[in-house]
Structures are given as C-alpha cells and as structure tokens.
C-alpha cells in the first residue's frame, strides 16, 4: 500500500503562512508527478500546484506568486508553501502523486486524507 500523509494545516490571519508538508510511504517503485490540490464544501476539487520529477511546476493562476510548490525525491517528500493568504485560500488542501508500485506496473494516482487550510482574522 501506498500512502501520503500531510501535514502544516491550520488556522492562520490573512497576509499570514503556512507550509504544508506530504510525505509517501510504503511500497512504490517510482513517482513522476506530485501536488497538491484544494476542495471547499460544494464546490470541486481544484487543481492548486504540481511538481514533476525533474523539477518542473505548474500553478493555478490565483496562487501564482504567493505559493511554492517543492519536492525532495529522495524522502519521497512534497511541500507547499503558502504566503500572503487569503481567506479565498481556506480549504481542505490533498496531497496527490502519480506513481508506479514496480517497475512493470501502470502510473496511478494516489491521493492523501487532506489537511484543513482556514484564513480567517
């Protein structure tokens, strides 16, 4: 089994930080792409930052600037760092990678429990 547990969520002041931190275990063979994505109750799942293995991002455009998103290949390890939050941030944030269990296996995803962002004065 794999899993991704994250950790760093809390409760922070607008213009405040937070990073948050994920890491895999368990029996995985390789990982490609890893990232972070955000829910809030009603709406969908939202896309928030990726990290490929050779180090390449992506953002969402609301977070670009403000959040940083890093990787550390040999914990098996991603983290998110979040500057400048805006209660717009609030919400749970998933750690997700992509992933092969052997080296014949398929690339899937794996997704954490997520973790509670709240900005509020």
């Known amino acids: 089994q794999v899993q991704l547990v994250e950790s760093g969520g809390g409760l922070v002041q607008p213009g405040g930080s937070l990073r948050l931190s994920c890491e895999a275990s368990?029996?995985?063979?390789?990982?490609?792409?890893m990232g972070w994505h955000r829910q809030v109750p009603g709406k969908q799942r939202e896309l928030v930052a990726t990290i490929m293995r050779g180090g390449s991002t992506n953002y969402a455009d609301s977070v670009k600037g403000r959040f940083t998103i890093a990787r550390d290949n040999a914990e098996n390890t991603v983290y998110l760092q979040m500057n400048s939050l805006k209660p717009e941030d609030t919400a749970v944030y998933y750690c997700?990678?992509?992933?092969?269990?052997?080296?014949?296996?398929?690339?899937?995803?794996?997704w954490g429990q997520g973790t509670q962002v709240t900005v509020s004065v």
């Open positions: 368990g029996r995985i063979f390789s990982i490609n792409a």
């Open positions: 997700n990678l992509e992933g092969r269990r052997t080296y014949f296996a398929p690339e899937v995803p794996y």
